[in-house]
Every structure is written in C-alpha cells, then in structure tokens.
Nanobody, 124 residues
Framework: QVQLVESGGGLVQAGGSLRLSCAAS????????MAWFRQAPGKEREFVAT????????YYAVSVKGRFTISRDNAKNTVYLQMNNLKPEDTAVYYC?????????????????WGQGTQVTVSS
C-alpha cells in the first residue's frame, strides 16, 4: 500500500514557476514508477510526466516538454514537478500517481495509487 500526498500548488501569473511535491509512504519507493497527471475543469485527466524508480529515465507530454521537469529523491520518498514558464492552459488539478513497475507508462489506468491532487491556477 502506498499513500501519496501532493503539495505546492497555488496561483501564479503566466510566465511564472511552481514546484509541486509528492510525498509517498512505504519502504520500497524506488520500486515504483512515479507520474504526474492533471485535470482541467470539464476535461479528462491527462498525462504530464513520468520517471523511473531510479530517476534515470523520464518521459513528458509534448505540451510540457522543455518547460516542466520531473525528478525524485528516493531518500526522502518524494517526487517533484518543477514547472517553469507556466501558461493559463496549465491550470488544472495536478495528481501524483504510483505504479509498481520498471517500465514508464503514460496511461493513467496503469497507476494504482493516486494522491488527492493540488490546484494550480495560472492567470494571464
């Protein structure tokens, strides 16, 4: 069982930055692929970024590549999402997710564990 708690959301102007954090419970954090998804009002949940257990490999959605960076600190059981050059279309609830896997996935159905979400609002 893995419990995930996100933090770091808030209101920021376009062009600004935020760093989201996701703290995980459990002793085998490095065995989990971690990911960030987001859901805007009236839209389906969409993939943002994912990272392998070791942190050596990452994969991003086209819409955020070059602006967002996913990373993890296995000693702290925490995964991060650094978001730079934010745009109004990045406004959404951001969710952290975990899958017991060594393979990266962008499909939300693969991820078994989810956090409660944190709101990110980007004003124009």
């Amino acid at each position: 069982q893995v419990q995930l708690v996100e933090s770091g959301g808030g209101l920021v102007q376009a062009g600004g930055s935020l760093r989201l954090s996701c703290a995980a419970s459990g002793r085998t954090f490095s065995s989990y692929v971690m990911a960030w998804f987001r859901q805007a009002p009236g839209k389906e949940r969409e993939f943002v970024a994912t990272i392998t257990g070791s942190g050596s490999t990452t994969y991003y959605a086209v819409s955020v590549k070059g602006r967002f960076t996913i990373s993890r600190d296995n000693a702290k059981n925490t995964v991060y999402l650094q978001m730079n050059n934010l745009k109004p279309e990045d406004t959404a609830v951001y969710y952290c997710a975990a899958a017991y896997s060594s393979v990266l996935y962008s499909n939300s159905g693969i991820y078994r564990y989810w956090g409660q979400g944190t709101q990110v609002t980007v004003s124009s």
